[in-house]
């Protein structure tokens, strides 16, 4: 077995690292140059697929077939659900006899907002000092360079591990996460997982469940000017979003994760977004509000969508209209249950060691406010954890990513995935 700790193998793990990070550097300013929003993720693969063949990885990008993991009880559906687009998954052979490790990461990124929010180009990728700007480079570009960079770095030094390494690069993780479904379909099987998300470095072990939905309202017809004559979609979908902002206050009041100590509103729910009306001088007769809510670890995604049908009736039954025009619920995107490891866990106790040794400080273990992909291992048992590099900017403008602590992240992967498969 090897000896990861041993200074002699962390210093040449290191050397690779530095060898390799100005390709790497390059790398993620031209993937961050890639707009891969969700349903155009393959230029960004294909980037991606180069590096990892130019690492000797057995590499293979791959068509995710949506249409037929639409079945499965965990997909999701989105806009961009039913288009084909490719997953990369990249492996770095062992010997044979240990254990695997998946380093899986997403490579879609969230919509800008409005542009003239924006002081930096969000494709150029440019690097003032330490941060590297764009959408997507800190969410999560730099966790999977960072990824790639570590595994690259155990190929180039010929460490010997018995267990096989293996890259993971998915679409639509921002909106379903049916991209990890599916390579977790196809395997390979792992016996633990890597996910370099945004965690500002801090080994994170919990995420709650998230739901999105949206209710469509209806209004009723009438002259604008005949003043209560008709009902309003707009100021209908108004009062929806006040009243269903009660939700999160009760479920942060019976929520009680030991990860998520001392937080005090760990739940919340967000309109994101909303469509309605066709005229300014007419009633709007239709409004569609889109909601994002977090909801406890242990809840089923059923319990979930129990409270929100539950919290839209309530509001329905106070308004007579509404009574002959219910709302209407459609479930869209995340249906996303919890997930927890334990905070002893053996793959967490060891990451935790080197980051430690890497970073000459304390490690800090906490836990995620919204929802990833670890809990698709976790539904097979495989232990996952999420660790990723700091930035700032993260779904809002000028996003940007720490190239220190990029490399930061790529050094403690090295170690972590080498000795645990050792």
């Not at 010997?95 to 930096?120: C, F, M, N, Y």
């Not at 890597?194 to 080994?203: A, K």
């Not at 400080?361 to 097979?380: C, E, I, K, L």
Request: net charge negative.
């Amino acid at each position: 077995m090897v000896d990861i700790d041993s200074a002699a193998h962390g210093a040449h793990l290191d050397r690779q690292i530095d060898l390799l990070w100005p390709d790497y550097v390059d790398l993620l300013r031209a993937v961050t140059a890639v707009p891969s929003f969700a349903g155009d993720e393959a230029p960004a693969q294909e980037l991606l697929a180069v590096q990892a063949r130019t690492a000797d990885l057995e590499t293979d990008l791959w068509q995710v077939d949506l249409g037929g993991l639409a079945a499965h009880e965990d997909f999701a559906s989105a806009d961009t659900s039913l288009q084909a687009r490719p997953n990369l998954t990249a492996i770095l052979r062992g010997r044979g006899g240990g254990r695997s490790i998946a380093i899986s990461g997403h490579i879609d990124v969230v919509p800008l907002g409005p542009a003239r929010l924006w002081t930096e180009d969000p494709w150029q990728g440019r690097v003032e000092g330490d941060r590297l700007y764009g959408r997507g480079t800190l969410d999560m570009k730099g966790g999977l360079v960072a990824g790639l960079l570590a595994t690259h770095a155990i190929a180039a030094s010929g460490l010997p591990h018995r267990g096989d390494i293996v890259f993971e690069s998915v679409i639509e993780e921002e909106s379903t996460g049916n991209g990890t479904l599916a390579a977790r379909q196809r395997g390979p099987l792992v016996d633990a997982a890597l996910i370099p998300e945004v965690s500002g470095e801090d080994v994170q072990i919990a995420n709650p469940g998230v739901i999105w939905f949206e209710v469509t309202l209806t209004g009723k017809p009438a002259y604008v000017g005949l003043a209560g004559a008709s009902v309003n979609a707009i100021d209908l979908a108004v009062d929806l979003i006040a009243h269903l902002r009660s939700i999160p206050p009760r479920l942060n009041q019976q929520f009680n994760h030991p990860a998520y100590d001392g937080v005090t509103q760990p739940l919340t729910l967000n309109a994101g977004t909303i469509r309605g009306g066709d005229w300014q001088s007419n009633v709007p007769l239709e409004c569609v509000i889109g909601f994002r809510l977090a909801f406890p670890l242990e809840w089923s995604v059923a319990q979930a969508r129990d409270t929100v049908i539950a919290a839209v009736a309530e509001f329905a039954a106070a308004r007579p209209w509404l009574a002959e025009c219910p709302p209407e619920i459609r479930w869209n995107g995340f249906q996303a249950h919890g997930y927890a490891i334990a905070p002893d866990a053996p793959l967490v106790s060891m990451l935790r060691s080197h980051v430690e040794h890497v970073s000459g400080a304390p490690s800090r273990v906490s836990a995620m406010f919204g929802t990833a992909d670890a809990r698709y291992f976790g539904d097979q048992g495989i232990p996952a954890v999420y660790y990723g590099p700091s930035g700032g900017g993260m779904h809002a403008p000028d996003e940007w990513v720490s190239l220190d602590s990029v490399k930061r992240v790529a050094r403690v992967i090295a170690r972590t995935a080498l000795e645990w498969t050792a």
